[in-house]
């Protein structure tokens, strides 16, 4: 018997075990990563007619395994499908590129998936359909794909609408989210590649943040749970990238859907893909996020991520934020062609520009939607004042006084 002094030493070791298979089983994903990557897509720039082909195929593949529903439409009336796969009590939902522009975790899940078609005999994969439930939805923003934006094709920034929910996209994700809720959640994003990690000039190749709740960034069983989850994944990832893990700053952003998420009770990590030395297709990313998705599924399958408590993730490095010139307050903004009216905040900034005649700004749109958490040196209210979608385009040139004219 041991002796009571014994104990720690006990658990260590068992921890040792337990951290040695997850070692090795992630060290198998990296390694074999061509054999089952998925083959038929290489560029970034698919969009959603070419990733249904991508599904479809993937679905004759995995055979009995994984069943897809649509779970809704978005504006311009493209598909949002939602995959299952496992009969597990944990519930573990995945979903991609909300923001169009940002499709490196979607050509993951396709690895995935093509993973587990091709690997659905042994163990590993066995253990995870047998103890989770993998709900996922790739490509929650089919028209900001189209066009390879990151908002709505109604100018929205869908990852700022889940309170208001004033996009077709958002209420997809909402009811997914209330109908399954799943214990764990992963938000999948890239981040512009030029981020590092805290001040080691070392670039961020994936930055990870356990959205906070409330703005007291305070720890509930939900959130503890997420960074245990992101805990996993840390040590997983590090293996390969040691020292290019970033933090996101968790400051609680009110209209974020990680945020709410978690505050709803499902323990959510979110992943951005960053950047990486000769990699502007961002493929080494794409096959982290694979092998770092892959083998939290395998913890959690086993219950082992528990193992890793809050301590990796919490000791990552940190990567920060804004004040705009002048927001105009809930205007109306019209589309023209059809599609529904609503109500945005739209913020400006002056540019400085040196002209013959005195000139010396322009202004420019630089953000649109919900900016309630926003301040500004100027603010108006545009309540019950509409305004043309085309002349308030994010990018757009506007003639400041002009568009203040259409307001008062
Ligand atoms: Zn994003």
């Known amino acids: 018997m041991y002796g009571a002094a014994m104990k720690p030493f006990t658990f260590l070791l068992v921890f040792a075990m337990l951290t040695t298979a997850d070692a090795q089983f ?11 990557r998925y083959p038929d897509i290489s560029s970034r720039r698919f969009k959603h007619a070419e990733l249904m082909t991508h599904l479809a195929a993937l679905q004759t593949r995995l055979g009995g395994l994984a069943t897809m529903e649509e ?26 590129q909300m923001h169009g522009d940002e499709p490196t975790a979607t050509m993951a899940l396709l690895d995935l998936l093509h993973y587990i078609a091709l690997r659905r005999e042994t163990p590993e994969v066995k253990a995870i359909l047998k103890q989770t439930t993998l709900l996922i939805i790739p490509m929650l923003n089919p028209d900001g794909a ?23 996209e958002a209420r997809v994700l909402k009811s997914v989210r209330d109908t399954y809720q799943p214990e764990i959640g992963f938000n999948l994003h890239d981040q512009d590649p030029r981020y ?36 996993a994944l840390t040590v997983t990832l590090e293996r390969f990238v040691k ?47 694979c092998v770092g998705l892959l083998s939290v599924f395998h913890a959690v399958a086993d219950g082992s991520y528990e193992k890793f408590g809050t301590a990796p993730y919490e ?26 009216p609503l109500v945005a905040d739209i913020a400006i900034n002056k540019e400085e520009v040196r002209q013959p005649d ?28 509409s305004i043309d979608a085309s002349i308030v385009e994010m990018g757009d040139i506007v003639n400041v006084e002009e568009l203040l004219e259409k307001i008062r």
């Not at 779970?71 to 991609?96: C, P, Y």
């Not at 939607?369 to 545009?382: Q, R, T």
């Open 196 to 231: 590092s990690v805290g001040d080691t000039g070392g670039v961020a190749v994936i930055s990870l943040l356990t959205p906070a709740y409330n703005t007291e960034k305070s720890d509930n069983a939900v959130r503890t749970r997420a960074k245990k989850v992101a805990s």
């Open 358 to 385: 005195g000139t010396w700004w322009k202004g420019r749109v630089v953000d649109f939607g919900d900016l309630s958490v926003f301040s500004a040196h100027d603010v108006y209210s545009g309540l019950g004042k």
């Open 243 to 289: 020292g290019h893990l970033a933090k996101y700053d968790d400051t609680f952003e009110p209209r974020a859907f990680g945020d709410n998420i978690q505050k709803w009770g499902t323990s959510v990590v979110l992943i951005e893909s960053g950047g990486w030395k000769n990699d502007p297709e961002k493929m080494f990313i794409r096959k982290l996020n």
């Open 315 to 340: 000791a990552i490095p940190m990567n920060t934020k804004n004040l705009y010139d002048i927001i105009i307050e809930k205007a109306t903004v019209v589309f023209p062609d059809g599609r529904p």
């Open 146 to 168: 189209e066009r390879f934006q990151r908002r709505t094709s109604q100018g929205i920034d869908m990852n700022r609408d889940a309170l208001r929910l004033q996009t077709p």
């Open 71 to 96: 779970a809704g439409r978005s504006a311009e009336g493209r598909s949002i499908n939602l995959l299952r796969l496992g009969t597990g009590k944990t519930k573990v939902f995945l979903w991609s």
């Open 26 to 36: 992630s060290q198998q994903l990296f390694d074999s990563y061509d054999s089952y």
